[in-house]
């Protein structure tokens, strides 16, 4: 076998548009990640909750922390994000929105192929990750 030559593989455009997606939107939200924990950390945004008094709440859970500070539960922290230490929503949720983002990038794509069983799926897969980050479904 030659090891200098490589054959390529053969790559769909819609993998490459969903590669392509998926790398920019995860560095846009690692950065925004590191940018927001930045200005939280060195109290360049005034958190909701003062990080003096976060080691207070360490061992606290979820909904007790939440009760303690009239946060709500679900989207609530919304209307929180000029607090420092909501910003850091801001990157965590475009790093969990690129999936999607990249699902419906390559529907056109699908489409144009006339591949009615991936569109389907694919369809299938947004409605139900869009569902699920919504809320609307509290068990």
């Not at 945004?45 to 922390?65: K, S």
């Not at 679900?74 to 929180?80: C, K, T």
Request: aromatic share 14%.
């Amino acid at each position: 076998m030659d090891r200098g030559k490589k054959s390529p593989l053969p790559v769909d455009s819609e993998q490459i548009r969903y590669a392509v997606i998926l790398q920019k939107g995860a560095v846009v939200g690692f950065v925004a990640v590191i940018i927001t924990f930045a200005l939280y950390v060195f109290g360049f945004i005034t958190p909701y909750v003062p990080l003096e008094d976060f080691p207070l709440y360490c061992g606290t859970d979820a909904h007790r922390y939440m009760a303690d500070h009239g946060i709500g539960a679900g989207w609530n922290w919304i209307h929180l994000l000029l607090y420092g230490d909501f910003m850091n929503y801001i990157g965590i949720v475009i790093l969990m929105s690129i999936t999607v983002i990249c699902y419906v990038a390559i529907v056109p794509i699908l489409l144009k192929k006339r591949d009615w069983i991936f569109v389907a799926i694919v369809i299938a897969e947004v409605a139900l990750l869009i569902t699920a980050s919504s809320g609307l479904l509290n068990f």
